[in-house]
C-alpha cells in the first residue's frame, strides 16, 4: 500500500472526480489561484464529458470530442496534478482518499463531484446486457459502436424521465435512415413523464410519437437478456441494446468516505460543506439537506463560484459562503431532430429556436474551458 505524504508545509487540496462543478473551479482557478497549495485532481479519465450535450450526440448533431472537457489542460493551466484514477473511499479521520490502487492521497482540504449513475444492479442481467445511461463516457462510446454495426436495431431504454424520452428521441432520429430494421421503445412501470408538468408531458409525448418512439407504459422489467427485455408477466421485446436511465443511484464507494449520507448521497450544508470539516461535496452526488433539489446540472453550474470562495476561505480561516439555490431555472429537453422544449415558470414552449437557445448555452459552456 502506498502512502503519499507531504514534502513541505504546503497545504494539500484534493479534488475528487472531474464533474462539471470542479471543472468550472479550475477553470476559475487560473485567475484566481489558491495560494501556497499542492493541487491534485482525480478523475478516471484526462477528460469529463459534459452532460447537456449528450442528446444531441445521440442524435448526430454533435461529435463525441464536443462533449469532452479536458481536465488535463486545465489541471496544467493551474499547476494541478491529474491523477487518472478511481477514487473507492475516504478516511476522513486521517484525512485521505484511498484510491482503486490502494494509494492513501492525504488532502487538508477535499471536495467531491463524482456524480451519479443509472446503473441497475438490482435488475437481473442488466450488468451483463445493459448499459446505464450514467456514466456519460462509457454510454457515448458503446452507443457510437452500435449506432454504426451492422443488423437490426432493437433499443429499449428503461426510464420514462425527461432523460429517457431524450434519449429515445435522440437514438430514433440518429437511426431515421438506418437501412436495417430499427425499433426504439421507451419503458416505464408507470406513466411516462409522470413527474413532469402537464405542458411538458403533452409536448414532450408528441415528440416521442412524431420520433416514432413506442411508448410501454406499466412495463415491470424483471430480466434483460442480450436480445430482449423480459417483464414479470411472461410476456418479452426484442432488444438489442438496453439502457438504463431510471432515476439516479449514487456510486457504491461513496458509503466507504465515513461522510453522512441522505439516501446514498453525500449531505452538505448551505456552505457545501459534509458532515467532515474541511470536506465539501457538490454537483449530483450531493444531497443539499438545507434545501433540497431535483438532480440537475444547472445546480452544479451554479455552486462553482461558492465552492471556490469556500476552499479560499478555508485556507485563510474566513467565514465560509452560503449557496442559495434558485427556485426556478430555464428547463431544455432535446426533442430528436433540432427542436427542443423550454420550460420555465410554468410556460413551455417548443420548436427549432428552443433547440439554437439550447445549443448555444451548450457551446458557450464549453466554449469557456478553451478561453
Same mark, same amino acid.
Request: net charge neutral; aromatic share 6%; hydrophobic share 40%.
Given at each position: 500500500m502506498t502512502v503519499?505524504?507531504?514534502g513541505?508545509l504546503r497545504?494539500?487540496?484534493?479534488?475528487?472526480?472531474g464533474?462539471?462543478t470542479?471543472?468550472?473551479v479550475l477553470?476559475?482557478?487560473?485567475?484566481d489561484?489558491?495560494?501556497?497549495?499542492?493541487?491534485?485532481?482525480?478523475?478516471?479519465g484526462?477528460?469529463?464529458?459534459y452532460s447537456?450535450?449528450?442528446p444531441g450526440?445521440?442524435?448526430?448533431?454533435? +461529435? =463525441?470530442?464536443d462533449?469532452?472537457?479536458?481536465?488535463? @489542460?486545465?489541471?496544467?493551466?493551474v499547476g494541478?496534478?491529474?491523477?487518472d484514477?478511481?477514487?473507492?473511499?475516504?478516511?476522513?479521520?486521517?484525512?485521505?482518499?484511498i484510491?482503486?490502487d490502494?494509494t492513501r492521497l492525504p488532502?487538508?482540504?477535499a471536495?467531491v463531484?463524482?456524480?451519479i449513475?443509472?446503473?441497475?444492479?438490482?435488475?437481473p442481467g442488466?450488468a451483463?446486457?445493459?448499459i446505464p445511461a450514467?456514466?456519460?463516457? @462509457?454510454f457515448?462510446? =458503446?452507443?457510437?459502436?452500435?449506432?454504426?454495426a451492422e443488423?437490426?436495431?432493437?433499443?429499449a431504454?428503461i426510464?420514462g424521465?425527461?432523460?429517457?424520452?431524450?434519449?429515445?428521441m435522440?437514438?430514433?432520429?440518429?437511426?431515421?435512415?438506418?437501412?436495417n430494421?430499427?425499433?426504439?421503445?421507451?419503458?416505464d412501470r408507470?406513466?411516462i413523464l409522470?413527474?413532469?408538468?402537464k405542458t411538458?408531458q403533452?409536448l414532450?409525448? +408528441?415528440a416521442?410519437?412524431?420520433?416514432s418512439?413506442e411508448?410501454l407504459e406499466?412495463?415491470n422489467?424483471? @430480466?434483460?437478456?442480450?436480445?430482449?427485455?423480459?417483464?414479470t408477466d411472461?410476456?418479452?421485446i426484442d432488444?438489442?441494446?438496453?439502457v438504463g436511465a431510471?432515476g439516479a443511484?449514487?456510486?457504491d464507494w461513496?458509503?466507504?468516505?465515513?461522510?453522512h449520507?441522505?439516501?446514498?448521497?453525500?449531505?452538505?450544508d448551505?456552505?457545501? +460543506?459534509?458532515?467532515a470539516?474541511?470536506?465539501?461535496?457538490?454537483?449530483?452526488?450531493?444531497?443539499?439537506?438545507?434545501?433540497? =433539489?431535483p438532480k440537475a446540472?444547472v445546480?452544479a453550474?451554479? +455552486?462553482?463560484p461558492?465552492?471556490?470562495?469556500?476552499?479560499?476561505l478555508?485556507?485563510?480561516?474566513g467565514?465560509?459562503?452560503?449557496y442559495?439555490p434558485q427556485s426556478?431555472y430555464?428547463?431544455l429537453?432535446s426533442l430528436g431532430?433540432?427542436?427542443a422544449?423550454?420550460?420555465?415558470?410554468?410556460?413551455?414552449?417548443s420548436?427549432?429556436l428552443?433547440?439554437?437557445?439550447k445549443?448555444?448555452?451548450d457551446?458557450d459552456f464549453m466554449?469557456q474551458f478553451?478561453?
Amino acid at each position: 500500500m502506498t502512502v503519499i505524504t507531504p514534502g513541505n508545509l504546503r497545504k494539500k487540496v484534493v479534488l475528487v472526480g472531474g464533474g462539471h462543478t470542479h471543472a468550472l473551479v479550475l477553470h476559475v482557478l487560473k485567475r484566481d489561484p489558491l495560494r501556497n497549495v499542492d493541487l491534485t485532481v482525480i478523475n478516471p479519465g484526462k477528460t469529463a464529458p459534459y452532460s447537456g450535450m449528450l442528446p444531441g450526440f445521440v442524435a448526430g448533431h454533435y +461529435q =463525441r470530442d464536443d462533449l469532452d472537457i479536458d481536465l488535463q @489542460e486545465l489541471a496544467d493551466r493551474v499547476g494541478a496534478t491529474l491523477i487518472d484514477g478511481r477514487a473507492v473511499g475516504m478516511d476522513v479521520d486521517e484525512g485521505h482518499v484511498i484510491l482503486q490502487d490502494k494509494t492513501r492521497l492525504p488532502y487538508d482540504l477535499a471536495s467531491v463531484d463524482v456524480g451519479i449513475t443509472s446503473h441497475m444492479k438490482a435488475l437481473p442481467g442488466f450488468a451483463e446486457n445493459g448499459i446505464p445511461a450514467k456514466p456519460l463516457a @462509457e454510454f457515448a462510446s =458503446r452507443w457510437d459502436t452500435y449506432r454504426s454495426a451492422e443488423g437490426p436495431k432493437n433499443a429499449a431504454i428503461i426510464g420514462g424521465g425527461i432523460a429517457g424520452a431524450e434519449i429515445a428521441m435522440a437514438m430514433a432520429f440518429a437511426l431515421r435512415n438506418d437501412p436495417n430494421d430499427v425499433s426504439i421503445k421507451l419503458l416505464d412501470r408507470s406513466q411516462i413523464l409522470s413527474h413532469n408538468s402537464k405542458t411538458a408531458q403533452r409536448l414532450v409525448r +408528441q415528440a416521442l410519437l412524431r420520433n416514432s418512439v413506442e411508448l410501454l407504459e406499466g412495463a415491470n422489467v424483471a @430480466e434483460v437478456t442480450p436480445s430482449s427485455v423480459v417483464f414479470t408477466d411472461g410476456t418479452s421485446i426484442d432488444a438489442n441494446f438496453v439502457v438504463g436511465a431510471a432515476g439516479a443511484t449514487p456510486h457504491d464507494w461513496v458509503r466507504n468516505t465515513g461522510l453522512h449520507l441522505k439516501n446514498g448521497f453525500i449531505e452538505v450544508d448551505a456552505t457545501l +460543506q459534509t458532515s467532515a470539516p474541511g470536506v465539501f461535496a457538490v454537483g449530483d452526488c450531493a444531497h443539499m439537506s438545507f434545501d433540497p =433539489r431535483p438532480k440537475a446540472g444547472v445546480f452544479a453550474v451554479r +455552486q462553482a463560484p461558492v465552492l471556490t470562495a469556500n476552499l479560499h476561505l478555508s485556507l485563510s480561516g474566513g467565514a465560509l459562503r452560503t449557496y442559495q439555490p434558485q427556485s426556478d431555472y430555464l428547463k431544455l429537453v432535446s426533442l430528436g431532430g433540432k427542436h427542443a422544449f423550454g420550460e420555465k415558470t410554468g410556460y413551455g414552449f417548443s420548436g427549432h429556436l428552443m433547440w439554437r437557445l439550447k445549443d448555444k448555452i451548450d457551446r458557450d459552456f464549453m466554449r469557456q474551458f478553451s478561453a
